[in-house]
């Protein structure tokens, strides 16, 4: 299968594979669209069975942000990175160097963030050789680590599906079925328990697990019963796809809530969870928290002035609105929400391409 052929490519205007043979660097940089902005996303360090398995997930995730950015009324486009490797045991200084060194060869097209299995202090590392990374954690400038904030806005969000299906002003009653408590999903865990939510978690981290589980009294269980469970919400916060007709069948919930980017294995997945009544999230609205944050620090470098708090708090706020405008159009227009969300995200984006093509054609 060539990139043309896959199912993932979406009129992607750049893919781009990186090799740095001293440190061992596989990567590869997936542009979707620079129309509203330069693109913008995090980078991976996954242990991808194959290439074309990364190369399946960089598309996906790439479009993903590109309808992230766009709901969220950035200026930026979206792209997505991925890294080949453990991040465990292959992650050094000099490989996220040399991926800085490649990004400089994008001439500003792409600018990259943290994401699964990457950190702040490795975009640090790249900073070094690049100015085309974001996610600082100093200088004026820096917006430190988005986790806090992605956990924020899903959390606020959960609080929206527990008002409109529940009646609920907090989380007091409700169970909440958590998939993943890594850096988002622990903070998303501190909070729905803070507001009075049962929680039920799981990890392949058995370290994560118990820190999150002393912290809040989360009942811990398997990877694969998390979707049996009984339950009110179900927040996957872990890799993508793990909503597909496998797993369907099993859920028991009422509503999906979740962090995770790509939940939906395709999009029939979302119709068949609207004809069974349960309501999806779309998960590149709820989780823009991240992102907004970022965008902050691009802004605050573009204009020379210090990070701006009350700015992402105003755009988060905006976003939260935009989620419940959604709900009330799916159910007024008896659509799937995810179908609702995607149609806003592509006017905007093709709104700011003819804009651009016009401004091009002088």
């Known amino acids: 299968m060539t990139l043309f052929d896959s199912p993932s490519f979406a009129q992607h205007e750049g893919v781009h594979s990186f090799y740095d043979e001293k440190t061992g660097l596989k990567a590869i940089v997936a542009v979707h669209s620079t129309a509203r902005g330069p693109a913008v996303g995090g980078t991976r360090m996954w242990n991808y069975a194959t290439a074309a398995e990364a190369l399946e997930d960089v598309l996906r995730l790439s479009k993903g942000m590109s309808y992230k950015n766009a709901i969220a009324d950035l200026e930026m486009g979206g792209g997505k990175s991925v890294i080949i490797g453990d991040s465990r045991t292959q992650k050094s200084p000099e490989l996220f160097k040399a991926f800085g060194r490649f990004l400089n060869g994008l001439g500003g097209n792409y600018f990259a963030a943290e994401d699964v299995g990457t950190s702040v202090e490795d975009i640090a590392e790249a900073r070094k050789v690049t100015p085309y990374v974001l996610g600082l954690k100093d200088g004026p400038e820096a917006s430190g680590d988005p986790s806090p904030v992605t956990a924020e806005g899903v959390f606020r969000s959960n609080l929206v599906v527990a008002r409109r299906l529940f009646g609920k002003s907090d989380m007091t009653g409700l169970t909440v079925a958590v998939q993943g408590v890594g850096h988002v999903g622990a903070y998303l865990c501190e909070k729905l328990h803070a507001a009075g939510a049962k929680l039920i978690i799981t990890d392949v981290n058995q370290d994560n697990l118990k820190a999150v ?105 905006r976003l939260i609105e935009t989620f419940e405008e959604i709900l009330v159009r799916a159910e007024a227009e008896q659509k799937p929400t995810y179908q609702i969300a995607d149609a806003i995200a592509e006017e905007r984006i093709k709104a700011a391409a003819e804009q651009k093509a016009a401004a091009l054609a002088g």
């Not at 009294?217 to 009110?232: F, H, K, L, Q, R």
């Not at 997945?269 to 998960?283: A, K, N, Q, T, W």
């Open 213 to 317: 589980a002393e912290k809040t009294g989360a009942t811990v269980v398997s990877p694969d019963e998390i979707y049996s469970v009984e339950a009110d919400i179900y927040a996957p916060c872990a890799l993508g796809a793990t909503l597909n007709p496998t797993t369907i069948d099993q859920l028991k919930v009422k509503a999906i809530c979740g962090a995770a980017n790509n939940q939906l294995a395709t999009p029939d997945i979302g119709d068949e969870l609207h004809r069974r009544g349960v309501l999806y999230s779309p998960d590149y609205v709820v989780n823009g928290g991240g992102i907004i944050n970022v965008a902050a620090e691009m802004n605050a470098r573009q204009n020379g002035t210090a990070f701006d708090p009350a700015w992402v708090e105003t755009k988060l706020a």
